[in-house]
């Protein structure tokens, strides 16, 4: 197969709620979703989780939009045999833009998985027609709001509650909602937010039994997170700095992480986040499926490569109403008693529902192929 037609549309979906982070808040997402159709007449989706600031990663949905439009595209149409395997190497020779491929990726998989009527779940190996889900909990602005917050989720049932922290914000928290809600699966996520100073104020989560601390220090401060890793009790969990299977090997060799968070996104794709899974479980390493605040879209793919064997911990995948008040897919996600179903039709799965996706569109760009068969 091969690429005939590519359309980039860009959303703004409000959150039922605002997201609060050690890197800003989010109160709204501006999302880019890619469809494609290729000359066999299949169609795919594919969502790019880059956030409209470059404060996650160094990436952000402009300049996304902008590489592959100029850089990827041009590559990807000069491929004839396309498949969803062959993107990763067609992209190869442009640096970094993990994200911005990786929404390539998803789409064209979805074309050639719907053509051959096999699910991605299948594709990728999945064992698992349900998985277990937990919930990102952003910082709030006192600790009854929080307790409120988390109160509600775990009457909704999930099983794993994870707790943004950043200095100022990290051992109070904790501590209000393990005395509140008793043993509950509990986790904390840094987003970069400390320094090896820190050391011992971050020690002191380890009265708590947390499953893990997620990336405390910078993106590319692995034998930080080794030293940090022989001074807590608490496991080490690495987001931001696992970019690919290589950056995990390196991680997991130098004792910084022994759980990995792993978000196609931010890896360049679902084959590189299954070669990812396929590498910790060799190391004995667990892992678990992270979330970027995708649409439906986004998560059904997800929820695919959580039912990989070696996911053992719950993901932070939570239905359509954690996030949205109407979402783009047209069967909302629904979470139940902390589990959610794998998608088992073809392709990622699910349908978007164009008429709404119309309604919410800030714009929609077709990229002309005809004259870019070349790679620039
Ligand atoms: O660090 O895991 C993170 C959302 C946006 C950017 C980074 C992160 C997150 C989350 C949300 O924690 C998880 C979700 O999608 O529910
Ligand atoms: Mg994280």
């Known amino acids: 197969m091969r690429l005939s037609e590519v359309e980039l549309r860009r959303l703004r979906l409000p959150l039922v709620r605002p997201f609060r982070t050690s890197f800003g808040t989010e109160v709204d997402r501006d999302i880019l979703l890619v469809r494609v159709v290729t000359d066999t007449g299949t169609e795919g989706w594919g969502e790019c989780v880059a956030g409209d600031t470059p404060l996650y990663s160094s990436e952000y949905v402009d300049g996304a939009q902008q590489v592959i439009r ?82 509600q989720y775990l009457d909704q049932g999930y099983v794993r509650v994870k707790l943004k922290i950043e200095p100022g914000w990290d051992v109070a928290p904790v501590e209000a909602v393990r005395s509140r809600f008793g043993d509950v699966a509990l986790q904390v996520d840094a987003n970069t937010a400390y320094t090896l100073d820190d050391a011992s104020q971050l020690a002191k989560l380890d009265a708590f039994g947390l499953l893990l601390i997620e990336q405390p220090l910078p993106e590319d401060d692995i034998r930080g997170h080794a030293e940090l890793a022989r001074r807590l009790r608490t496991p080490l969990c690495l987001d931001e700095s696992i970019v690919s299977a290589r950056a995990a090997a390196d991680a997991i060799a130098l004792g910084a992480c022994a759980i990995v968070n792993i978000k196609p996104g931010r890896v360049g794709g679902y084959l590189e986040a299954r070669r990812i899974h396929d590498l910790c479980a060799a190391n004995g390493v667990p892992v678990w499926c992270g979330g970027m605040l995708e649409t ?22 939570s239905g359509s109403d954690r996030y949205w008040k109407r979402d783009v897919v047209d069967k909302p996600l629904h979470a139940s008693a902390g589990q959610m179903d794998v998608p088992d039709g073809s392709g990622i799965g699910v349908d978007i529902d164009l008429s709404w996706l119309e309604e919410v569109s800030t714009s929609t760009e077709s990229v002309d192929l005809s004259g870019s068969r070349r790679p620039l």
């Open 296 to 317: 439906g879209l986004g998560r059904a793919a997800n929820l695919a490569l959580a039912a990989l064997p070696n996911f053992t911990l719950p993901g932070d995948i």
């Open 70 to 151: 100029d850089f990827l595209l041009p590559r990807l149409a000069a491929v004839r045999h396309l498949t969803g395997e062959g993107v990763a190497p067609a992209l190869a020779d442009v640096k970094g833009h993990r994200m911005a491929k990786a929404a390539l990726e998803m789409a064209v998989l979805d074309a050639e998985l719907r053509g051959r009527n096999v699910s991605l779940a299948d594709h990728l190996g999945a064992v698992r027609a349900q998985v277990p889900v937990g919930v990102s909990v952003g910082i709030a602005d006192s600790i009854p709001a929080l307790l409120d917050e988390v109160g």
